[in-house]
């Protein structure tokens, strides 16, 4: 079976072909951001061709996509309306009425989706216990149908108060307005995010039916370009929570794509930590336009059974939008290589949030961009070189990048050009083990505990900056590191998760109401499963809950590791009780315990994929040398630049050093050991 696993960025797009015998190929190419499909055939074709494989011979695609995210952020989704409950059009505006800075007199909020003249209501009303306390009459249906069509909608979000618990009015709502207009794409809270929290559930369906119709014509022009090729065979698409899916899955639910291409980083990450000897650790992926994180702890990335996107304030929680869906834990800690640097009003560098992107990326390309970024920067210092990047295919100039950095950053400051690069670079290291170390200390981790696995184009290049200031002992690069979480792609189970709200106190909890809720879920979740072409027996299933003790506000997810009827509540109080005093150091024995949702994970069998990527070649391990600036300390020192590919197993040596491959470059300071191990992973050691 040969697969290609395709993970489009914000600045390249990454392609890794794997065929039955881990002979991989790999590839990487500027992302086209007016049409990424573009990018996405021209680098399939280039992969097919240098694996010696024709396109029909590609059983199956796995895709990580950036797309739902860029469109929440860039509010580029499509024209959306809400419907909800008579009394309730202003939910998205109310939030949860929680400032996220108590001190900020002028806080911003993130604007809905949803504008309020977009937001319509219906008169109806279902009880929090799932009862009607007043039916929803169709014959208001018309007239809101025609209010949708004049407005100009192209999508619409239904979310009535209370449907998680009841959902037959919005049923009933989306097949009339389904009637009614014809090619308007319906999202219903119930089927979308069947969970307590009115907010919460309101903004997961809204960013769903934003966000439907853009998938939708993307994976059609995807799979249009595709066919171009000859590809026969089956495109699959990569979930937040780690698994993947099919396109009519994706199609109906992408908000469940909003993490895609990192969660595959995530996943590659952890196997590859396992296999070194280091289940836990800090996996570190940087690439062209975003930094990102996730702890990983028994060789699996940490879970979250929520994500927040599009923040006001970056890095501030509680400044962007809350979905309520399963994911990796993925921090977002900082800027990646084609982010701008500046000096602000105060005199200060400033770097990102705006991306140079691929067009025109940064400086340097000779594309056309005119602000500094951070590659421009790592260029400047000898970090990149100017003509092995993406192995020679392209090739950088440190003129204009020197030009740019002097006219916007050194003149302003009074440096020299050379001293604004490594500020930048510095600054850039600074603001991402500082968003690492604030994310560890909340969730009671030393963050020095854990050695850093760095990937990404960029990665490599920053991870043994970012492991001093953290006080990490040790960095792992992987081979094939720059597009690491496009060989992720192809070792995803196929998995997805299902979530009803029942909420209830522990010692009162209907169990048989909970066994129909697990039924309903586990048939839904089969026939996802069948559809992909899995058998019953080759899925596994995961019951959880998420309980909290009465009068708290968050809740923490327990696993139910035995069937209902033989755990009983006083095994599971201890299970919520031991994660309570794994997270919190305490318990509360006289306080009642509840439960609020109950969850299947179902997930088909994962892949372990071994990638091997030409490991020898003819030469010398030594490549050259050439001056690069370790900082004002030491200036700019004669550094060994080495051929990544002609290292063996067992290899040893001293910083510092600039190690090369085609996709990313590592780069070690002086005062820190490289070994090579028996899987070609440079394990870097810090003194």
């Avoid at 699959?236 to 099919?246: E, R, V, Y």
């Avoid at 499963?529 to 327990?558: F, N, P, T």
Wanted: charged share 20%.
């Amino acid at each position: 079976m040969t697969g290609v696993g395709i993970d489009i960025g914000g600045t390249f797009t990454d392609l890794v072909l794997l065929d039955a015998d881990g002979k991989a190929v790999i590839g990487k190419l500027l992302t086209t951001p007016r049409n990424p499909a573009d990018a996405v055939h021209e680098g399939f074709l280039a992969a097919c061709a240098a694996g010696g494989v024709s396109p029909p011979e590609v059983t199956r695609i796995v895709h990580g996509t950036t797309l739902v995210t860029n469109a929440v952020l860039e509010r580029k989704g499509v024209r959306t309306a809400l419907v909800t409950t008579e009394g309730f059009r202003d939910t998205l505006e109310i939030a949860t009425e929680h400032r996220y800075d108590m001190y900020d007199l002028e806080i911003e909020r993130p604007e809905p989706l949803v504008p309020r003249k977009l937001r319509y209501e219906v008169p109806e009303r279902i009880y929090s216990d799932g009862t009607v306390a007043r039916p929803l009459d169709p014959s208001c249906l018309p007239a809101l149908a025609d209010a949708l069509r004049e407005a100009g909608v192209e999508a619409v979000a239904v979310t009535l108060i209370n449907a998680y618990e009841n959902g037959e009015h919005e049923r009933l709502l989306a097949k009339e307005l389904s009637r009614l207009l014809p090619g308007i794409p319906i999202s219903i809270s119930s089927e979308v995010n069947p969970e307590i929290r009115e907010y919460h559930r309101s903004v997961t369906t809204a960013v769903n039916a934003y966000v439907l119709p853009v998938v939708a014509e993307y994976v059609s022009q995807l799979a249009g370009r595709l066919r171009e090729t000859g590809f026969g065979g089956d495109v699959f698409l990569m979930l937040s929570n780690g698994g993947i899916c099919t396109v009519d899955t994706a199609r109906r639910f992408p908000v469940r794509l909003i993490e895609s291409g990192p969660a595959a980083g995530a996943l590659m990450a952890a196997q590859i930590g396992a296999r070194a000897g280091f289940p836990d650790l800090l996996s570190f992926d940087m690439g062209g336009t975003t930094a990102k994180a996730c702890y990983i702890e028994g060789g699996a990335p940490l879970v979250s059974p929520t994500i927040e996107v599009a923040h006001v304030y970056r890095f501030k929680a509680g400044s962007g939008l809350p979905l309520q869906l399963r994911s990796f834990e993925l921090i977002e800690i900082g800027a990646g290589g084609g982010s701008i640097a500046r000096v602000d009003d105060l005199g200060l560098v400033r770097i990102g949030p705006d991306s140079a992107g691929s067009d025109p990326g940064p400086v340097c390309y000779g594309r056309g961009g005119t602000l500094p970024t951070v590659t421009d920067a790592d260029l400047m210092l000898g970090y990149l070189s100017p003509g092995f990047f993406l192995g020679g295919r392209m090739s950088l100039d440190v003129a204009r990048a020197t030009e740019a950095m002097d006219r916007h950053i050194a003149q302003p400051l009074g440096l020299s050009a050379i001293e604004s690069a490594h500020a930048v670079h510095r600054l850039v290291n600074e603001n991402m083990a500082s968003a690492a170390r604030v994310h560890a200390i909340a969730r009671g981790k030393n963050p020095s505990a854990y050695p850093l696995l760095a990937f990404g184009g960029a990665g490599p290049v920053h991870a043994v900056g970012v492991a001093r200031i953290l006080g990490v002992p040790k960095v792992i690069v992987p081979m094939g590191a720059g597009v690491a979480s496009a060989a992720g792609l192809l070792m995803a189970p196929f998995a997805f998760d299902f979530v009803r709200s029942y909420r209830a106190p522990l010692a009162t909890v209907d169990w048989a109401r909970v066994s129909r809720l697990f039924e309903e879920m586990e048939t839904e979740a089969r026939g996802i499963m069948k559809a992909a072409g899995l058998a019953d027996e080759a899925v596994a299933l995961r019951r959880l809950c998420a309980m909290r003790y009465v009068g708290q506000g968050s809740e923490l997810e327990i696993e139910l590791d035995q069937p209902l009827a033989e755990a009983g509540v006083p095994a599971i109080r201890r299970s919520f009780e031991a994660s309570y005093l794994a997270h919190f150091g305490t318990v509360v024995p006289d306080v009642e315990a509840e439960v609020l949702t109950w969850r299947l994970e179902i997930a088909g069998p994962s892949h372990t994929i071994e990638i091997n990527l030409p490991k020898q070649e003819a030469g010398s391990e030594l490549k050259g040398e050439r001056a690069v600036y370790f900082g004002p300390k030491t200036g700019w020192i004669t550094t060994p630049v080495y051929n990544r590919y002609a290292f063996k197993a067992g290899a040893t040596f001293e910083g510092p050093a600039i190690i090369e491959e085609r996709e990313s470059t590592t780069v070690v300071d002086p005062g820190a050991t490289i070994d090579v191990d028996e899987r070609l992973n440079l394990i870097v050691t810090l003194k």
